[in-house]
């Protein structure tokens, strides 16, 4: 790992010269106040601070709907045309939780079946870090083993240092950038991290137990408490960067030609598991809040090794009746040791 | 846009409705091959696997395989119409253009079961996948790998039978294979057993000695045949049956049919009835 620096005003240059260059993707501010990763041409606009934007950057490797193929009734019979491919692109300012998500959903899209969509994105996307200098109260992220100045899932990993950053190259593709703009960067300083303070500031919960809780109790009587208040809007999944369910459906104008897309779905609601006979396996909410929460604290550590919430706290924000993740991990820490809360 | 040059499991390879064989007045099989001869020499399925069925500008359905892999040249699915693509399904006939993609999941553990005798239970259109291994097991060669084969199926009324020329003509005829049909309700035109399929089962009492059970039906039919199987002395590990869940990727990703930790797309259909039982109760 090569450790440089880059001052504010390169770093300016930099994010000018991969705007004009390949696509350049980062955290803008949209003129309601929102913040949202987006496609960059002015790198005036690009935020070096922000606290997490209102959706991940998960998109854009896994974009909301997507268009996997068309097909067309032809004088040769059936005719498909498959429409997997992306362009280069750089996605620039990612946060430690929304690197480490990205992590999370990779085992997901590749594995026996490998999901050409969603490698094909990640494969032809360099990602530059940026340590959360500013995290917001709802965040937890060091529950997880991580902080917010991790720099795992990047290519090149900057943190505030200075008056400028530090950029630790982490990958070939990161070594690629830096060579290809080699007059910006400059052998690291030894001014201190600022990011390593902010790493104190933020909340880490306890997991111990929970894990070993829910592997044995799958009925707990604790899910009652929780699962009324859901509205089953579906908020929670919509915003989540570890979230990976999707619907796969056709659309046609009548006659032969058409297309076929998938769109995120969600657990949360009624019909994710309703089948055509009209029997469905988690009938009411308290099945579909249950699922939700083992998936992100058990299902996906049992199948991927990886925790299935990298603490964001996304859903914490959006969630309109309060239903916290962070309330319900100390809870069931609580139901682990006393057996009740 | 489309310059990726990878293997995409999601497209579906097109084919063509060959045959269609009105079952029951909601089942139909529907006999397929695909458009490309080499197509359909490479798909490979195992008894008791599924594939996802296309109908372009309707979607896609996950359907269990019902031919046997024995049978060479054809695949063939037995779909009852329930839902938007089972109906839109039901509207094709033969020479209709349709997609098919897979084989998908696991497939019943025959390698297990050789030298052991088996015994059947299933209950309407759940016999469409028990039926991928019975027609593989009585196949040519194999069926002298396998014991005796005990069918028992039964369905709401005569109408309702599916696959009639197996269940009454085809597979009495082999050696060693008892087939016993009921229905749930008495019906002027039929001469034989009357009465629900678990306790059939009870009836005909079938010794759990050296023998596999598998089973697939409606969900409540399935758990009074596992406890009535229970009862009989057979063991977790000896009961074998085929779930059904919610499926759109067919291939782990999707995330809709998991129970607990595993994916029915991948990790199953087909479950022994010890694995069930390690898994949360809910399917």
Known sequence: MEKLFISRDSLKKLLDRLARNLNLVAPVKDPEGIIMFGPVADAGQVLLEYQNSTLPPKSFFFPQTERLFKFSYGQEGMALEDMCGSDKRVLFGVHPCDLKSILSLDPVFAGAYKDPYYINKRENSAIIGLACSNPSPGCFCATFGFGPDDGEGSDIMLTPSGKGFDADVLTDKGQEIVASYKDLFEKAGDSPRIAGETRLTVKKLDLTGIKELLDGNFELEYWNQVFEKCLGCGICTYVCPTCHCFDIYDSSKGGCDGERYRSWDSCMFTHFTMMAGGHNPRPSKKERVRNRFMHKLKYHIDRYGLAGCVGCGRCVKSCPVNIDIRRIISDLGEVSRNGQL | ?283
């Open chain 2, 1 to 283: 846009m489309g310059n990726c040059k990878c293997d995409n499991p999601y497209l579906p390879y097109p084919a063509t409705i060959k045959e269609v064989i009105d079952e029951t007045v909601d089942v139909k099989s529907f006999q397929m091959v695909f458009d490309d001869p080499e197509v359909m020499e490479s798909f490979k399925q195992q008894p008791g696997q599924v594939a996802q069925i296309s109908i372009f500008g309707v979607g896609e359905a996950t359907i269990s395989i019902t031919s046997s892999p024995t049978r060479k040249g054809i695949l063939e699915f037995s779909v009852k119409k329930v839902g938007q693509l089972t109906a839109a399904l039901h509207d094709l006939g033969p020479g209709s253009r349709v997609g098919v993609r897979g084989p998908y999941g696991n497939h019943f553990p025959y390698e297990i079961m050789k030298g052991r005798d088996l015994l059947f239970v299933g209950g309407g259109i759940g016999l469409a996948p028990l039926r991928s291994l019975i027609d593989f097991v009585l196949a040519g060669e194999n069926r002298k790998e396998f014991g005796k084969v005990e069918i028992i199926y039964g369905a709401r009324s005569v109408d309702d039978l599916c696959f009639k020329y197996d269940i009454l003509d085809n597979w009495p005829k082999y050696d060693n294979t008892d087939v016993y049909v009921t229905i749930d309700r008495a019906d002027m035109a039929w001469q034989g057993h009357v009465g629900f399929v678990p306790s059939y089962l009870e009836e005909v009492k079938p010794s759990p000695l050296n023998k596999y059970a598998i089973t697939c039906g409606p969900p409540i039919m399935i758990k009074f045949v596992l406890q009535a199987l229970n009862k009989m002395g057979f063991q977790d590990g000896q009961i074998i049956t085929t779930l059904e869940m919610k499926m759109k990727c067919g291939i782990g990703k999707c995330g809709r049919c998991n129970i607990g930790s595993k994916f029915v797309c991948l990790d199953g259909p087909v479950f022994t009835l010890s694995q069930l039982k390690e898994l949360p109760p809910e399917f």
